[in-house]
């Protein structure tokens, strides 16, 4: 099935190509033609599974049938309901690429943002608000925004939002939005507590459930290998040298990470290359089409570039670093695992990013294995004080500090070259990297 085939119009046609979405994903080919011919919806689907333009794209094509140029100030005529800043963030930045060939005003409304400036926005208009709960309701008290002109009404994450205790909020909001309306929830899960919700806000719904996403298939292994930082690099190319690995993605957090930790690899003798955001067009096509074709078998890269390419159904996927945000985690393992096919995922986490490994498990609500015997001294990865985002350690170095077994080796020396010697288990001792150039 094509976007052509889901009835949109040219303008949402093109933003989404420019996306380099070629195929709908499973929510989209069922939710959209709903949401075009005007249904309420309750869907089932997490994030990750292409959810936001589910609901997004067959918004637009509403609004902008009945788009009066006219109309000034603009009316707010629809709302879109986030849980948190971070989501807000994601879902605005999606409308405005969706929208850009749209005549529509978007603005988002969220908490630690300026009140001031959100206010002077909101008082020259706009068609469609990204909101958390409270700072709307903070907005609507004051009497800065209108809420009586909405015409569809989006809730997403519908269960992170009861969890987080805003049901007052979206009570509230929901009486001041007009009765005839069009109104979507969008929920990773439906327990009752969602169905009730879904009772009260929707008008004779249609129910779309999605598949869980690949992240939590069955068929992708996902290990979490507590570690050293310092021997990361050599860990991985123990991993791929060692299992023979033909073609494994690496996600770092930056683009200096990205070009050390290639250039490490391939002192291993491991086929490497990078892709991040400092690279020219030229070399990201190259280095994609290196490790497509296999001429390289491992490719580095952070999240933004890897974001967007066409380079699915991996058998392995590697976090060397833990990614900022947790939805990330989803995205990076979605790309294992997918029609079937088996995959590893496998995250090396060292106690500074312990708090990270929280906030990931906590999103997707189960614990992921660890490796109990890495080959390296064990590493505590609990996090003891409260998570500080963007802390560099969450409880201090010296109760976290990695202690290297007595007589172990430099972690220093190029892997491939004998400097295993870290590895406490046989299958390192001569050698983390079967493959080291010799
Ligand atoms: P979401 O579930 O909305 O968080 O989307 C997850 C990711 O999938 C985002 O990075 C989107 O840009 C991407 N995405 C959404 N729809 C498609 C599609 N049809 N084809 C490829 N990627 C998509």
């Known amino acids: 099935m094509s976007f052509v085939q889901l009835g949109l119009i040219e303008e949402l046609l093109k933003a989404v190509a420019d996306q380099g979405y070629t195929t709908p994903t499973p929510i989209q080919q069922k939710a959209i033609p709903l949401i075009i011919e005007g249904r309420d919806v309750l869907a089932g689907a997490q994030t990750g599974t292409g959810k936001t333009a589910s609901f997004t794209l067959p918004l637009l094509q509403r609004l902008v049938a009945t788009h009066n140029p006219e109309q000034n100030p603009r009316r707010v005529r629809a709302l879109i309901l986030v849980p948190t800043r971070e989501l807000a963030a994601q879902v605005y930045e999606n409308v405005i690429a969706y929208s850009k060939y749209l005549p529509l005003q978007i603005q988002s409304v969220v908490g630690g943002a300026s009140v001031g400036m959100q206010t002077r926005d909101l008082k020259r208009g706009c068609d469609i608000i990204v909101a958390t709960p409270g700072r709307l309701i903070d907005h609507v008290n004051q009497r800065h925004v209108n809420l009586s002109n909405i015409e569809v009404l989006v809730l997403d994450e519908a269960d992170r939002m009861l969890d987080m205790g ?67 690099r050599e860990l991985i190319s123990y991993l791929i040298g060692s299992n023979n690995w033909k073609q494994v993605l690496i996600f770092v957090r930056t683009k200096h990470g990205a070009d050390r930790l290639e250039k490490q690899l391939i002192e291993d003798g491991i086929r490497t290359a990078a892709l991040h955001g400092d690279k020219t067009q030229g070399a990201r096509n190259k280095a994609l089409e290196q490790f497509k074709t296999g001429k390289v078998s491992a490719l580095v890269a952070t999240d933004i570039a890897a974001r967007g390419l066409d380079i699915d159904d991996l058998p392995h996927v590697i976090n060397f670093d833990l990614p900022q945000v947790p939805e990330d985690y989803i995205h990076r393992i979605g790309r294992t695992g997918r029609a079937g096919s088996s995959g590893a995922a496998i995250s090396l986490v060292c106690p500074e990013e312990a708090w990270q490994l929280v906030e990931i498990e906590k999103l997707l609500k189960r614990h ?10 064990p590493v505590s990865l609990k996090v003891m004080d409260a998570p500080k985002k963007n802390a560099p350690s969450a409880n201090g170095k010296k109760d976290f500090r990695h202690t290297k077994k007595p007589g172990a080796k430099s972690a220093k020396a190029p892997a491939g070259r004998g400097a295993g010697g870290q590895r406490t288990d046989s299958r390192g001792k001569g050698r983390s990297n079967s493959r080291g150039k010799s």
């Open 166 to 232: 805003f049901m007052p909020d979206i009570k509230q909001i929901m009486t001041l939005a007009p009765k005839k309306r069009q109104s979507l929830l969008f929920s990773a899960t439906v327990p009752n507590a969602i169905k009730s919700l879904a009772s009260q806000l929707l008008n004779n719904p249609i129910e779309v459930e999605v598949a869980k996403q690949n992240a939590t298939a069955e068929n992708v292994t996902e290990l979490v290998y507590g570690i050293g930082r310092e021997y990361k």
């Open 368 to 377: 992921i294995p660890r490796v109990e015997d890495t080959g390296y001294e």
